[in-house]
């Protein structure tokens, strides 16, 4: 739900030698970085929770490589409720609101308050993995 883009120009990499083997190390980056997120927004839906069912189906998806040549993980809620609603329908509701209920920017907020950490988490496990040996 929320999204991290990033690209390096070919050249840098090609620069970097065997500092550039981003597919060694950009999935630990990635997965390193996911629960930051997953905690920061289960920390914000707490005061939305009704009978916890949309906290508790918040998953954490591992990294892949996906088509493009990126790579993409996920933080998700899962499952549906005993009305049928599913959890991500909640989720959606809460962020851009509905008829009967304000936006709340649940998912925009949980990214924006993790975004520093996630960045020196990934900063770290980048340091840790690329300069291993050297």
């Known amino acids: 739900m929320g999204r991290f883009d990033f690209s390096f120009d070919e050249d840098f990499i090609k620069t970097l030698g065997t500092l ?6 950009a999935p630990k980056m990635i997965d390193e ?4 997120i997953e905690k920061r927004l289960v920390a914000n ?10 906290i508790n189906s918040i998953k954490i998806k ?28 909640k989720l959606v509701y809460l962020e851009f609101g509905t008829s009967h209920q304000a936006a709340t920017g649940i998912l ?3 990214v924006q308050e993790s975004t520093e950490e996630v960045n020196a988490k990934m900063q770290e496990v980048f340091e840790r993995e690329a300069l291993k040996g050297l």
Do not use: M, W
Request: glycine letters at 12%; a positive charge; proline letters at 4%.
């Open 20 to 25: 550039a083997q981003v597919e060694r190390y």
């Open 33 to 36: 970085a996911l629960p930051i």
């Open 45 to 54: 839906l707490q005061s939305h929770k009704i009978s916890g069912d949309l």
């Open 62 to 89: 591992k990294c892949k490589k996906v088509k493009n040549g990126g790579y993409f993980g996920s933080v998700f809620p899962s499952g549906k409720s005993e009305d049928g609603t599913t959890n991500a329908e």
């Open 108 to 110: 925009a907020k949980a």
